[in-house]
């Protein structure tokens, strides 16, 4: 082996070359490098003889086909597929006439195992006298596989393949190209590229010639759309690719290609692209450069051909500077590559990602995979290496970073980018001492903008404003946008709050000029919420949290200021908060629900309607009235999505009646004017009912005065095409805005209710006893059937249906109700009133307590909700009675009555303050506010000690009924509660 290799010269590639010299040492030097590459190559080498004999092979060739010298030397070709034992044949023949062939087959493993392997033939000259066929074999079963998948897709997607030898003047196709040029007696039909250019159209067949000229005479690929005629006449339009394949010479060896008919299947031409474009990277991936460096000697014993893409330099050129690649490496990356040599010294193989530069200053992402060989001494002897470049894919991961850390629209960091550098920052705060201080920015009313302009006209505003926030932080801050209309700004090392509250006001000021966006002057303000560190969290998600709470009371203070964050927020404060942040998982959490009060027919007394009315279940807080979250989901927008849920639900629910078999009655839903604006409302509730299969005349839309009066046109076409469908609609709250009564003769409205502020007023307002008189009379006049609400005495209900009002809806009947109990009324559809309607459900009555004839002042607060310790201020109370185990007190804060939800209430008795205590034990609302009866959490002495000041208070008023020592309230609750008299 090593006399064949010392005289080898071959003509193909690798080009091997060794001239002999009378010196024996030089001779067994090269004999010796020739033999280690040959056994180290990555491809498999096999020596033939003239005959096709084995003469030997390196160790690659026996593991990719598992047979050994001798096992080869039987027979080497009996081990080919028949089904290409010709080509292979016809190759060795041609190598051994002098030229080199390249060709792909299945050649059978010794389990006899079917193996895709790419082989090349050279030939094999020694002293001018051919001598044989060297053979580089290679793995070549990944590319078969993606041969075998093209074809599957190739069948799923109705695309033909094609193979053309033009040195043979043979044309294969694919069943595909039969089918695309409609050739039906395919086993007589010989494909030939003459037959398959008749079939183009001939008004493309210059263009096909021309083409396929190129191809053939200059090997140029082409890409070609194309009419076809098929054989029944039809004519399609085609795709045609062809690719076309050389070998080293440039002569043209054969040319593959598809055809596809896009006039039913373009879709498919993105699959049928990335497929290509899969096949194109796994070739390019093949490029990498091999090299081996005897260390001994300071010599580069091979490298590969690829050098010259990877470093700009020739491999003999990067052969003979031994060095040249520690050269090229970026000054950057250099230390890590230094230390990396230290572990191939020791012996420890070394996998590196590094920057070069290439020889035309291009900088490039190479990994650099290297394997030591180490003597019996312990001595690094020898280096083995690949060099692949991965600029691309550097690129690619470095664009997936800037995606998941950049804003898209206004080019800022995103939240996660901006929670990332200021977890970092707050850690060298907290290292070197230091303060830091975090701004939380929104913007005052951006959604109605965008519901009125536009979001065009919404991105373009937030990019304006990022840009000018990015102004006064240039030099001063970290700014991001964390979403929608919210930013972030901290500020490193700040000596104290002056800097940033310059800033905040730095801020306000750029907000002061308009926005010009196309023909709009935009006037914007911000609302921005302070915080500190270490003062107000030693984490990002606290002080998020309490830059936002201050954010919050900075809007609730009017907008258009900043507020330094405080732990004092007040119940209602904290209340709000809670509900404004929990509204939006409402609906997916399943916490709402409908209730659906009665509304009777006032002759009658039977069952004639219903309105449905959402109610809020949340988690901490009970339930939610919708005084307290309908406006906060008005101003948000969230109220198009709940008002949508409840037409939905209701739909489904009346559905459900009808399947139980029971009576329908019409059921009045509420409209937000904003749902009503929308043009996709009409739509959507057709849709609804439709979806649920219910007649419309079971929905009634209740809209109010303020709808109508400032969307006149809008709501007028909306009522029209609803009615027309089979709708119904009714105006809510009559009497509470101007000129009710000239709209009742404009829009076409079914039904009118009367606002309960009327209705409380009969029986002790003559004057409002005649509004509600003529009203009535009136809308009989118009055809307008009347619903008074909000009826809760006799006197009232008899007033009302001695003057025919229609329908009778409040306490005086029923409250709101739930499902289970309203299906009582539909099965059962006579309601009497309720005699009890107006009597007051008192709390239970403690005789050994102190009774004040008027309330003692005191302020309440939270400490803990669900077992989660809260900070907030004091709200106002009322308290009537007090004893041992708890106390009764006023509020119009509608709190729940929960186990896990701690009071404090704080009040003076004398010259003591006291702070107590407690949970809610029982809940009873009253007219504008709420009665609460609050036990006792205490114990031992503090508990001794109350007893004991409230029996000597108790003592003290039976003497002087206005005790100095405790502060009252002589007016109104209302009075209270408006005023807000805690101090």
């Known amino acids: ?14 080009r091997l070359s060794l001239e002999e010299t009378s010196s024996e040492s030089l001779a067994s030097m090269e004999s010796n490098i020739y033999q280690m590459l040959f056994n180290q190559h990555p491809d498999g080498i096999v020596l033939l003889d003239s ?9 690659k060739t026996a593991e990719l086909l598992n047979y050994n010298l001798a096992d080869l030397r039987d027979d080497f070709f009996r081990y080919v597929d028949e089904q290409h034992s010709k080509r292979v044949l016809r190759s060795f023949k041609k190598a051994l006439k002098g030229e080199t062939t390249q060709y792909t087959a299945i050649r059978m493993t010794k389990n006899n195992t079917p193996f895709h392997i790419q082989v090349m033939f050279t030939p094999f000259i020694v002293e001018n006298t051919m001598q044989g066929v060297v053979g580089f074999f290679r793995d070549n079963n990944e590319a078969a596989n993606l041969k075998d998948h093209l074809t599957r897709a190739q069948k799923i997607a109705a695309v033909g393949s094609w193979d053309y030898n033009p040195q043979e003047d043979k044309l294969f196709w694919s069943d595909q190209v039969y089918t695309i040029l409609g050739v039906e007696d395919r086993p007589s039909f010989i494909p030939t590229v003459s037959k398959f250019c008749k079939a183009i159209h001939i008004d493309d067949q210059d263009k096909f010639d021309e083409l396929l000229s190129g191809a053939l005479q200059d090997g140029i690929g082409y890409e070609v759309e194309v009419r076809i005629i098929k054989m029944g006449g039809e004519v399609r339009t085609c795709f045609v690719k062809a690719d076309v394949f050389v070998d080293d010479k440039g002569k043209v060896n054969y040319l593959t290609g598809v055809i596809w008919d896009v006039t039913e299947k373009k879709k498919k031409e993105q699959t049928i692209w990335e497929q290509q474009m899969q096949t194109k990277n796994i070739l390019q991936a093949i490029d990498a450069a091999v090299w081996s460096e005897d260390v001994t000697h300071n010599k580069l014993l091979f490298c590969s051909n690829a050098v010259q893409n990877i470093y700009g330099v020739s491999p003999e050129q990067f052969s003979e500077y031994i060095d040249y690649w520690k050269k090229a490496i970026h000054p950057e990356d250099r230390k890590m590559v230094e230390e990396a040599q230290v572990k191939l010294a020791a012996g420890q193989k070394s996998n590196l990602e590094y920057r070069i530069i290439h020889s035309s200053g291009e900088i490039k992402w190479i990994e650099d995979r290297s394997i030591p060989t180490i003597d019996e001494k ?55 001492k230091q303060m830091l201080s975090l701004f939380f920015l929104d913007l005052d009313r951006f959604k109605n903008i965008n519901d009125a302009l536009g979001h065009a006209i919404g991105d373009r505003l937030l990019i304006e404003v990022s840009q000018r926030l990015s102004a006064i932080c240039e030099k001063q801050g970290y700014l991001a946008r964390l979403g929608g209309d919210e930013f972030g700004i901290f500020i490193e090392n700040i000596t104290g709050v002056d800097a940033s509250l310059a800033l905040a006001h730095k801020i306000l000021d750029i907000f002061d000029e308009p926005f010009l966006i196309d023909d709009y002057e935009l006037y914007v303000t911000t609302s921005i919420g302070i915080t500190y560190a270490p003062f107000d969290g030693e984490n990002i998600l606290t002080l998020l949290k309490n830059a936002d709470v201050a954010m919050y009371r900075a809007k609730e203070a009017g907008r258009n200021d900043y507020y330094v964050y405080t732990p004092t927020m007040n119940i209602e404060t904290f209340k709000q908060y809670s509900l404004e942040k929990g509204l939006r998982n409402a609906l997916k959490n399943n916490e709402f629900y409908l209730e659906y009060q009665p509304k009777v027919d006032s002759q009658t007394g039977r069952l004639s309607g219903a309105e449905a009315l959402i109610r809020w279940k949340h988690p901490e807080w009970g339930i939610v009235s919708p005084g307290e979250f309908i406006p906060l989901a008005e ?8 008002g949508d849920w409840v037409i939905k639900q209701v739909c489904s629910q009346i559905k459900e009646w009808e399947k139980k078999g029971l009576k329908i009655v019409p059921i009045s839903v509420n409209v937000s004017y904003k749902r009503l604006m929308k043009v996709d409302f009409v739509d959507s509730a057709i849709k609804a009912v439709k979806d649920a299969g219910i007649h419309p005349s079971y929905i009634e839309f209740e809209i109010t005065e303020r709808t109508m009066i400032q969307h006149e046109e809008v709501v007028k076409a909306a009522i029209a095409n609803l009615q027309a469908y089979g709708f119904t609609f009714s105006l809510d709250d009559f009497g509470t805005c101007q000129s009710s009564l000239s709209y009742l003769s404009t829009f076409e409205i079914d039904v009118l209710k009367m606002d309960r502020s009327f209705v409380k007023e009969i029986g002790k307002n003559r004057r409002i006893e005649s509004i509600v008189s003529s009203v009535v009379a009136l809308s009989d006049e118009l055809g307008i059937k009347v619903v008074a609400e909000g009826v809760e005495t006799e006197w009232q209900f008899d007033f009302l249906r001695k003057r025919n009002c229609h329908f009778i809806q409040g306490f005086l009947f029923s409250p709101p109700v739930k499902n289970e109990v309203f299906e009582q009324m539909l099965a059962d559809p006579y309601i009497g009133m309720n005699k009890q309607a107006k009597a007051e459900n008192r709390l239970a009555s403690h005789r050994k307590r102190v009774n004040f004839s008027n309330p003692m002042i005191a302020a309440m607060s939270i400490t803990k909700i669900r077992d989660r310790e809260v900070k907030m201020g004091y709200s106002g109370i009322l308290i009537t009675n007090i004893g041992g185990d708890g106390l009764s007190f006023l509020s119009q804060i509608n709190l729940p009555e929960r186990q896990d939800i701690i009071l404090k209430i704080t009040f003076a008795l004398g010259a003591t303050t006291f702070e107590l205590f407690g949970i809610i034990a029982q809940k009873q609302e009253e007219t504008e506010v709420y009665r609460y009866e609050m036990k006792f959490q205490m114990q031992g002495e503090e508990q001794e000690r109350l007893r004991s000041l409230i029996m000597c208070i108790n003592e003290e008023m039976k003497n002087d009924k206005t005790f100095t020592g405790i502060r009252t309230f002589s007016g109104s609750v209302q009075e209270f509660f408006e005023g807000d008299k805690v101090s």
């Open 635 to 642: 101003e948000s927008g969230y109220i198009l999505t709940i």
């Open 51 to 59: 005959d096709g004999r084995v003469v030997d092979c390196n160790e």
């Open 378 to 432: 312990g001595q690094l002897i020898r280096l083995e290496g690949i060099i692949s470049e991965i600029s691309q894919r550097k690129e690619y991961e470095e664009n997936l970073k800037n995606i998941a850390n950049q804003d898209f629209l206004t080019d800022l960091p995103n939240r996660r980018k901006f929670e990332n550098e200021l977890s970092a920052a707050l850690e060298r705060a907290t290292k070197n």
């Open 1 to 14: 082996m090593k006399k064949w290799l010392s005289k080898l010269t071959t003509t193909g590639h690798p």
